[in-house]
């Protein structure tokens, strides 16, 4: 039996700057120097973290997301995954409304009158 329950779209948004390090469970995280941050932002731009998967090994560089992040770490790191359930993974603007009705319907016995009276939000949601 599938489900179509969330999509995973790692964007976030961005939050204040933090100046010391942050300490999750899974992730690491070191405020980006600012020499760098520069050079990725613009006017009036966010301000970014390295992240890095706890227990790493040292060589693994870490990856530079929007400080936001570090605010959805925790929730994405203990969010609760079924056996069954389906992830639709894509890229923006590549189809992914397109593919969410697709599968939902499939996996619903081509229910089109359930379909036009229930939002695709809420009958397919997105795991950001």
Known sequence: HWLCRFQLLLSVWFR???TKQVRLKMFDFKPLEFDAADS????GAPTFVEVKLKDSP???KPCV???KFVDYADR???FQVYEDDVWIVTFPKCGT???QEMVWLIDHDLDYDTAKQVNLNARSVFFE
């Open 16 to 18: 204040e700057f933090t």
């Open 40 to 43: 990725l932002g613009c006017p």
């Open 58 to 60: 040292e060589e693994t």
């Open 65 to 67: 997301l929007p400080a």
């Open 76 to 78: 994405i790191r203990n």
């Open 97 to 99: 409304t397109w593919t």
